[in-house]
Nanobody, 124 residues
Framework: QVQLVESGGGLVQAGGSLRLACAAS????????MGWFRQAPGKEREFVAG????????YYPDYVKGRFTISRDNGKNTVYLQMNSLKPEDTALYYC?????????????????WGQGTQVTVSS
């Protein structure tokens, strides 16, 4: 069982930056690939970034590539999402998730543990 707690959300102006963090419980954090997803009001949840268990492989969809960076510190059981050049359309509730595999995935259903989410609001 893995418990995930996100932090770092908030209100920021367009063009600004935020860094989200997700702290995980448990002693085998490196055995879980991690992902960040987001859900805006009235929209489906979408994939934002993924990272393998070792941190050696990452993946981003086109709409955040070059602006967002996912990283992890396995010694601290924490995964991060650095978000730069934020746009109003990035406004959403951001979730971190863990899957029971070291291999990263873009598919929501591959992830079995989810945090409660942290709100990111980007004003224009």
């Amino acid at each position: 069982q893995v418990q995930l707690v996100e932090s770092g959300g908030g209100l920021v102006q367009a063009g600004g930056s935020l860094r989200l963090a997700c702290a995980a419980s448990g002693r085998t954090f490196s055995s879980y690939a991690m992902g960040w997803f987001r859900q805006a009001p009235g929209k489906e949840r979408e994939f934002v970034a993924g990272i393998s268990g070792s941190g050696g492989a990452t993946y981003y969809p086109d709409y955040v590539k070059g602006r967002f960076t996912i990283s992890r510190d396995n010694g601290k059981n924490t995964v991060y999402l650095q978000m730069n050049s934020l746009k109003p359309e990035d406004t959403a509730l951001y979730y971190c998730a863990a899957r029971n595999s070291v291999h990263r995935s873009t598919t929501e259903h591959d992830y079995i543990y989810w945090g409660q989410g942290t709100q990111v609001t980007v004003s224009s």
